[in-house]
């Protein structure tokens, strides 16, 4: 081989090797054949650099060969003695040459000697049966196809395609054309891709075919394959990505179409088919613009990815707008459903329940029937509608629920509501006067069975039963509610523990008869606490009552016992008779009698010592000397505005006789102390309705 080869593939026919080994190892055992590598034309380059690179190349090539079985792990130097040796330059030292050609004939002739060529003499024969040998060899070399070395012209046409070959890919892959075509497909699809691709691929196919013409046939096309692989090859990335811009084209398009096609109100199984089509039928027609004549390129997986990314696309459109729509039923129902319940609830009567069924399954009908109508669109198979219906109305019982929960946690304010309002006021809803004439303990007893009544329809959720059993619920718990609670809440001790188990019994429960735990609102054990919590909050009211009720029955007694009245005819008649003989006594008696009816309603006597004597005097002190005051400023002020009115109408002054000066001021000191004596009285009912109300 020629110094300038060493390193080249098909130069120094290293491929043989490759058929060499393989048929050596196949068809005899191991045994060491001389490889003599001779170098022709040595450089300047020492035989000691050039020796390892060749050794290395022919151990490179061993190890790719396939080896049977037996031979997996046997190494080279196990059938061949590798030996390398240089020639020099014929042309440049023909002296130095010719003697380097005489010792290597030397070794020829001398094979067998030690230092000659020949390998080891395992398979040596007899001379006698080297004619026998030689044709067994023969017969191999015959029956073994892979031994047969090609015509030259085969060879010529090997070398000289693959390189006209391999000079036309290296053109088409530095063509200009093609790479300004790759660079554009990497940004985006390019029109006529296809037809683009094809005229340039035609172009050095051509070149080839006009090169090649003159070589054999078979070893033309063979090349020719392998041109248009290679070719292919290098253009497959670009269409695949003029295959991946068709598609998120074609994907856009389905989005934008479908969106467009929801908002102008089309059904939205039957918008996603047509939009479908259109952008399969637009990616299909820009497959066929992008498809490369030479290429027999399928896009069907493309489009099968296309067809997945639309239908994941759908499916997500889908969901959230069922999800949208369920969220918009959803509200419709709390907004249709919570304030109603809740004022029901807060009514607390005995029908309640039977109520907010009928509101429960009138809302959820009309839900469920126009959620039905809105998803009809969808095509949703029957299985799945039933189920999304199934959830609405799990939605609407838990908004029923949820309501129920939240006024069940409230049951105490709302009970001492309903407590104050029917307590503190009457049947026409006015607010009551304590006069003495009520029966306080009545009303305390109407009052806590009415809050009880509202504890007992809180105390279960009865929103499945029809309107005979959910009532008849209501009443067995509340008739449980008032046997433990109301019945023997007002008696006395010893009844009380004679009665204990009762009492307790009914209550000594977590759940209601003939109620399930997930309806129970409140236990029979947190009634009790409840109710006993509701009876200390709301004794205060009842106490205040009852002495609002003592008070006014004792400021509504004016006179003195009869024995008082008897001993003052009898001791008072000297000065009943001194008044009959001087009336003008009877007058000052009058008028002062005027001021003190004044004072007292003035001062509010009755409230004053309402809480005590000692308090009384203690407020009368403070108060009684500024209320006088008062009542003679006031008294002077009117009889200043009456002379000033008599000066103005008669321009004059007019003597009024002494008498009628009497009668006037008589008049107006009556009508001062009975103006002073209604306000009195109605300063006295509003206090009295304070005391109760803050009761």
């Known amino acids: 081989m020629w110094c300038h080869d060493i390193g080249r593939e098909q130069a120094a026919n290293k491929p043989l090797l490759k058929t060499v080994f393989q048929v050596m190892m196949r068809l005899f055992s191991p045994r060491k054949t001389t490889l003599l590598f001779v170098i022709r034309d040595k450089t300047k380059t020492p035989?000691?650099?050039?020796?390892?690179?060749?050794?290395?190349?022919?151990?490179?090539?061993?190890?790719?060969?396939?080896?049977?079985?037996?031979?997996?792990?046997t190494p080279l130097s196990e059938f061949f003695n590798v030996e390398v040796t240089a020639l020099s330059s014929y042309e440049e030292k023909e002296e130095q040459f010719k003697e380097q050609v005489m010792l290597l004939r030397q070794r020829f002739f001398n094979s067998i000697a030690p230092g000659g060529l020949a390998g080891d003499r395992r398979a040596v024969v007899p001379a006698s049966g080297f004619p026998f040998s030689t044709q067994h060899i023969w017969k191999v070399i015959r029956e073994n196809k892979d031994l047969d070395l090609p015509a030259h012209k085969v060879m010529v046409a090997t070398?000289?395609?693959?390189?006209?070959?391999?000079?036309?890919?290296?053109?088409?892959?530095?063509d200009e054309d093609w790479l300004e075509l790759e660079e554009a497909v990497q940004s985006g699809p390019v029109l006529g891709f296809g037809k683009k691709i094809s005229s340039i691929l035609d172009k050095y196919f051509s070149d080839y075919d006009t090169e090649a013409v003159y070589f054999d046939e078979s070893v033309r096309t063979t090349k020719r394959q392998h041109l248009e692989s290679k070719s292919l090859d290098l253009v497959y990335p670009a269409y695949q990505a003029m295959l991946g811009h068709l598609r998120a084209k074609a994907l856009n398009m389905f989005k934008e179409q479908l969106e467009q096609a929801l908002k102008i109100g089309e059904a939205f199984a039957g918008a996603v088919r047509d939009c479908m089509e259109t952008s399969l039928a637009e990616f299909d027609h820009g497959c066929v613009d992008a498809t490369v004549q030479q290429a027999t390129w399928d896009s069907l997986k493309t489009r099968e990815k296309l067809r997945r990314d639309i239908d994941n696309h759908a499916a997500s459109v889908r969901a959230t707008k069922l999800s949208e729509i369920s969220a918009q039923f959803e509200k419709r129902l709390s907004e249709a459903l919570s304030e109603p319940v809740a004022s029901l609830l807060d009514a607390g009567s005995r029908d309640t329940w039977p109520s907010i069924r009928k509101i429960f399954i009138r809302e959820?009908?009309?839900?469920?029937?126009?959620?039905?109508?809105?998803?009809?669109?969808?095509?949703?198979?029957?299985?799945?509608?039933?189920?999304?219906?199934?959830?609405?109305?799990?939605?609407?019982?838990?908004?029923?629920?949820?309501?129920?929960?939240?006024?069940?946690?409230?049951?105490?304010?709302?009970?001492?509501?309903?407590?104050?309002?029917?307590?503190?006021?009457?049947?026409?809803?006015?607010?009551?006067?304590?006069?003495?004439?009520?029966?306080?303990?009545?009303?305390?007893?109407?009052?806590?069975?009415?809050?009880?009544?509202?504890?007992?329809?809180?105390?279960?959720?009865?929103?499945e039963e029809t309107t005979d059993k959910s009532e008849e619920k209501t009443d067995k718990i509340e008739s449980v509610l008032s046997s433990a609670l109301l019945d023997n809440g007002d008696g006395s001790s010893a009844i009380q523990e004679r009665s204990v188990s009762a009492i307790v019994s009914p209550l000594a429960s977590s759940t209601w008869e003939e109620v399930s735990p997930s309806d129970t609102l409140i236990t029979p054990v947190q009634c009790k606490s409840i109710w006993r919590q509701f009876k200390t909050e709301t004794e205060y009211t009842v106490g205040q009552a009852i002495a609002t009720q003592e008070a006014s029955r004792r400021s509504s007694t004016f006179l003195p016992p009869p024995w008082a009245i008897v001993a003052l005819l009898i001791l008072g008649f000297n000065e009943f008779m001194l008044l009959l003989r001087n009336p003008l006594y009877l007058g000052?008696?009058?008028?002062?009698?005027?001021?003190?009816?004044?004072?007292?309603?003035?001062?509010?006597?009755?409230?004053?010592?309402?809480?005590g004597a000692l308090s009384g005097i203690l407020q009368l002190s403070t108060k009684f000397l500024p209320t006088v005051m008062g009542i003679l400023k006031r008294l002077a002020d009117e009889g200043q505005k009456v002379g000033a009115s008599s000066n103005n109408a008669n321009g004059s002054v007019q003597h009024?006789?002494?008498?009628?000066?009497?009668?006037?001021?008589?008049?107006q000191g009556s009508s001062s102390a009975s103006n002073l004596t209604y306000s009195s009285s109605l300063t006295h009912r509003q206090v009295g309705n304070v005391d109760m109300r803050v009761a």
């Open 47 to 73: 035989l000691e650099v050039l020796e390892p690179v060749l050794r290395e190349d022919i151990q490179k090539i061993w190890d790719s060969v396939p080896k049977p079985p037996a031979h997996k792990q």
């Open 159 to 174: 070398v000289r395609c693959e390189e006209i070959a391999n000079e036309n890919l290296a053109k088409l892959a530095s």
């Open 364 to 463: 959820t009908d009309s839900a469920i029937s126009g959620f039905s109508s809105s998803i009809s669109g969808f095509e949703i198979d029957e299985k799945t509608a039933n189920k999304m219906v199934e959830n609405l109305k799990e939605y609407a019982r838990s908004v029923v629920e949820k309501k129920a929960r939240e006024e069940a946690g409230q049951v105490l304010i709302r009970m001492k509501e309903r407590f104050s309002s029917v307590f503190s006021q009457d049947s026409d809803s006015m607010p009551r006067v304590w006069t003495g004439k009520e029966n306080i303990r009545a009303i305390t007893k109407d009052a806590r069975s009415r809050s009880l009544k509202l504890l007992a329809v809180m105390a279960a959720l009865c929103l």
């Open 588 to 611: 000052v008696l009058f008028v002062l009698f005027l001021l003190v009816k004044a004072l007292w309603v003035q001062l509010d006597i009755a409230s004053i010592f309402q809480h």
């Open 656 to 667: 009024v006789p002494l008498q009628d000066q009497e009668s006037d001021f008589s008049s």
